[in-house]
Nanobody, 121 residues
Framework: QVQLVESGGGLVQPGGSLRLSCAAS????????MGWYRQAPGKERELVAT???????THADSVKGRFTISRDNDKNTVSLQMNKLKPEDTAVYYC???????????????WGQGTLVTVSS
C-alpha cells in the first residue's frame, strides 16, 4: 500500500502565498510522474502542475508564473509553491503520483486525500 499525505493548505488573502507539500510512503520502488490537481466547488478536477522523475515540469496556463512545482526524489515528496494567489485559486488541491512496487510491476496511480486552499479577504 502507498499513501500520499498532503499538508500546507489553509486560508490566505489575495496576493498571498502558500506552500503545499505531499509525502509518499509505503511499498514504493519507484515514482514516475508526480503532480498537483485541484477541484473547485461545482467544477471538474483540473491539472495544476506535474513533474517527472528527471525534473521536467508542466504548469497549467492559469498558474504559470505564479506556481512552481518541485520534488525531492530521495524523500519521495512533491511540493507546490503558490504565489500571488487569486480568489479563483480556491479549491481542494490533490497530490498525485504514478508509482510501482518493483521492476516488474505496472505503474499505478495514487491520489492524496486533498487539502483545501481558500483565497479570500
Amino acid at each position: 500500500q502507498v499513501q500520499l499525505v498532503e499538508s500546507g493548505g489553509g486560508l490566505v488573502q489575495p496576493g498571498g502565498s502558500l506552500r503545499l507539500s505531499c509525502a509518499a510512503s509505503g511499498s514504493i520502488f519507484r515514482i514516475n510522474l508526480m503532480g498537483w490537481y485541484r477541484q473547485a466547488p461545482g467544477k471538474e478536477r483540473e491539472l495544476v502542475a506535474t513533474i517527472t522523475g528527471d525534473g521536467t515540469t508542466t504548469h497549467a496556463d492559469s498558474v504559470k508564473g505564479r506556481f512552481t512545482i518541485s520534488r525531492d526524489n530521495d524523500k519521495n515528496t512533491v511540493s507546490l509553491q503558490m504565489n500571488k494567489l487569486k480568489p479563483e485559486d480556491t479549491a481542494v488541491y490533490y497530490c498525485y503520483a504514478q508509482h510501482r512496487s518493483s521492476w516488474s510491476s505496472p505503474y499505478l496511480a495514487k491520489w492524496g486525500q486533498g487539502t483545501l486552499v481558500t483565497v479570500s479577504s
